[in-house]
């Protein structure tokens, strides 16, 4: 079957850096995406990887790495406005998106 | 800005009633989705559509149906509610499968079955 694992929740403090992992087993890949959605909001594009390596854009940055099934999002200077969830999906050999639960961001001060 | 529309925020149906939520996108996508959000589980899709009048179903298709007439309407339909169907929908759109495919989400409706 296909699967994305991510943590379920994770605290962090204002200021610091934090490392929000993804690990994929799924029937081919053409991409992964990061989401983010905040409570009670509709899930918005942070980044999408479909090669190796690391894409920053900011504060956050993605990488990935194919050959083990993984990713993770970086998350630097946090801010309160990051506490919100992280959704990653990958799209799979027939172009559609598997989701994971997502991952509970919670941001301390 | 990129806008997609959900009818309703919020809906408080009885078992057996008949439900429709409507989604309208103004980014002239081709591609439309209805997804379910449910606490401790991925978004799962319901059905999709890449053009007027098409519709394929999705992960979990049973007691839902849709519509698509115009490119930038589509529509759930839950044609006798059940308890186990009180969710959050999520509507999204997306540009052509060419391209990264970057989905753009509704607020969402968030339904409640008696």
């Known amino acids: 079957g296909q699967n994305i694992d991510q943590p379920t929740e994770m605290t962090a403090t204002e200021g610091a850096i934090v490392q929000i992992n993804c690990t994929y087993q799924?029937?081919?890949?053409?991409?992964l995406f990061w989401y983010q959605q905040h409570a009670g909001e509709a899930p918005t594009f942070l980044s999408y990887?479909?090669l190796d390596g690391l894409e920053e854009k900011g504060r956050f940055s993605s990488f990935l790495s194919r050959s083990k099934g993984y990713s993770y999002l970086l998350l630097k200077e946090l801010q309160m406005k990051d506490s919100a969830s992280y959704l990653c999906?990958?799209?799979?050999?027939?172009?559609?998106?598997?989701w994971g639960a997502g991952t509970k961001l919670i941001i301390k001060p | 800005d990129v806008k997609v529309t959900q009818s309703s925020r919020y809906l408080v149906k009885r078992t057996g009633e008949k439900v429709f939520l409507e989604c309208v996108q103004d980014?002239?996508?081709?591609?439309m989705f209805w997804y379910r959000q449910d606490p401790g589980l991925g978004l799962r899709l319901i059905y999709f559509?890449?053009?007027?009048?098409?519709?394929e179903k999705g992960d979990i298709p049973e007691g839902y149906s849709v519509s698509r007439e115009k490119k930038e309407r589509f529509s759930l339909i839950l044609e006798s509610a059940s308890t186990n169907q009180t969710s959050m929908y999520l509507c999204?759109?997306?540009?052509?499968?060419?391209?990264?495919?970057?989905?753009?989400f509704g607020e969402g409706s968030r339904l409640t079955v008696l």
């Open positions: 999204a759109s997306s540009s052509s499968p060419g391209e990264t495919g970057e989905l753009f």
């Open positions: 980014m002239d996508h081709e591609n």
């Open positions: 559509s890449y053009d007027v009048k098409m519709k």
């Open positions: 799924t029937s081919g890949f053409n991409g």
């Open positions: 990887n479909v």
């Open positions: 999906a990958v799209k799979d050999s027939n172009y559609q998106l598997i």
